[in-house]
């Protein structure tokens, strides 16, 4: 039996897509200090799909998905929707680290240095 690719899902390409072309606020500013490896010289990707969700950035070389959210993610339904799909991410052996967005632009550095703690290799 083949195995099944849990990474970018052709169903979700064009979602992607559409997800990049039209970040968020909050994520076109982080995105300007992940890409091109400019932070600890770890590739992301952003807008990944992995399983059927796809999340905002992802480092492969470190397991590490990293999550903004915004006022939507306040209310009990959405909390139970990131914890499900939290597990699941976690049972696949990925690490993840949540953000309000505000956090990207009151305290970017502080965000960064928590991105990097969870580094597994300096």
């Keep these: 039996m083949p195995k099944q690719n849990t ?5 979700l390409q064009e979602y992607r897509r559409a ?3 039209n970040l968020t606020p909050s994520e076109a500013q982080l995105w300007k200090h992940l890409k091109s490896r400019q932070l600890s010289n770890r590739k992301f990707q952003r807008q990944h ?3 059927y969700y796809i999340v905002d950035f992802y480092c492969a ?8 959210d915004g006022e939507i993610h306040n209310n009990p339904k959405a909390q139970e929707y990131d914890k499900k799909r939290t597990q699941y991410l976690e049972n696949l052996g990925y690490k ?27």
């Design 7 to 11: 990474h970018t899902k052709k169903a």
């Design 61 to 68: 070389a470190e397991k590490l998905i990293i999550e903004l």
């Design 96 to 122: 993840v680290i949540r953000f309000e967005n505000k956090m990207v632009f009151d305290a970017l550095p502080s965000v960064l240095g928590e991105i990097q703690v969870n580094f597994k290799t300096k």
């Design 19 to 21: 997800l990049r072309n």
């Design 49 to 51: 799909s992995i399983g």
